[in-house]
């Protein structure tokens, strides 16, 4: 029985470090901008607090650690699918854009499938990169280059 209020204690414990870290990164991205990593933290910090919950059913429905390990393989796996689905370079660049941080030149070059949102930004903004720029075109006619089963066709439809 103490067992178990001691599992509890310790699950509203770990709810509670989950959420001020996710607070945390909240902050984060408000003062610097968005990154690919604050994004896998908050995909991290989800999942956990979704393990975190399966644990608390575990320890009151009785159930075994298969049933975690199912739920939270099946949880990981859907979490993969669902990320594949979105541009998260384009995300990105349109967040830090919106509220104006984290829009250095190097950095949005540097992330992937944002071209026209860059050019666009860059256009407006009269913004001249000259060797981000040169560097991206290079690596877009190196990727338009490729065989069609090693390319990646996102880059076949952007102008030169």
Do not use: H
Not at 31 to 54: D, E, M, P, S
Not at 75 to 98: D, H, K, P, R
Request: aromatic share 20%; charged share 15%.
């Amino acid at each position: 029985m103490n067992l178990k209020r001691l599992a509890k204690i310790w699950i509203v414990l770990n709810a509670v470090l989950i959420i001020s870290t996710f607070i945390k990164n909240s902050e984060y991205v408000a003062f610097f901008g968005l990154t690919y990593k604050r994004l896998g933290v908050y995909a991290f910090l989800i999942l956990a607090f979704i393990g975190l919950g399966y644990t608390f059913i575990k320890i009151i429905c009785q159930k075994t650690n298969a049933y975690i390990f199912n739920q939270m393989a099946w949880f990981f796996y859907e979490t993969i699918l669902v990320c594949a689905c979105i541009n998260w370079g384009n995300v990105i660049t349109v967040y830090n854009i919106s509220v104006g941080k984290g829009v250095e030149p190097a950095f949005l070059c540097s992330l992937n499938f944002n071209d026209e949102a860059r050019e666009n930004y860059f256009l407006a903004n009269k913004i001249n990169a000259p060797e981000q720029y040169s560097y991206r075109q290079g690596f877009i006619y190196q990727q338009k280059k490729e065989s069609f089963l090693s390319k990646v066709l996102y880059y076949e439809f952007i102008k030169d």
